[in-house]
């Protein structure tokens, strides 16, 4: 299974699910920091200290949150399963 977290042109693939809860959520706080905490709070209807105790480093945000932050990032994740060989 490729996991995918796809912006504009750029994709990020992990193909260990193993890796998944805390590498999706650190990319996304990274995003989510670099465009202004305050204007995805706007965004989400979350408060920004929700959003720094979500993403940070030993924050552990709900499918909910995450979903929420993915929306207003405009950013898509995608699950597939591989074709057979």
Same mark, same amino acid.
């Not at 993403?55 to 929420?68: E, I, Y």
């Given at each position: ?8 042109? #750029? ?13 999706? &959520? ?5 995003? $989510?920091?670099?465009k %202004?905490? *305050? #204007?995805?709070? %706007?965004?989400?209807?979350? &408060?920004?200290? #929700?959003?720094?105790?979500?993403? &940070?480093?030993?924050? /552990? ?6 979903? $929420?932050?993915? /929306? *207003?990032?405009g950013v ?8 057979? *060989?």
């Amino acid at each position: 299974m490729h996991i995918s977290i796809v912006r504009r042109k #750029q994709i990020i693939i992990c193909k260990h699910l193993l890796c998944l809860p805390g590498y999706i &959520s650190h990319a996304l706080g990274v995003v $989510a920091r670099a465009k %202004g905490m *305050a #204007q995805i709070a %706007g965004q989400t209807g979350l &408060s920004r200290e #929700q959003l720094y105790r979500s993403f &940070s480093a030993k924050g /552990n945000p709900t499918l909910k949150t995450t979903l $929420a932050v993915m /929306n *207003a990032l405009g950013v898509q994740l995608t699950a597939k399963i591989p074709s057979a *060989a």
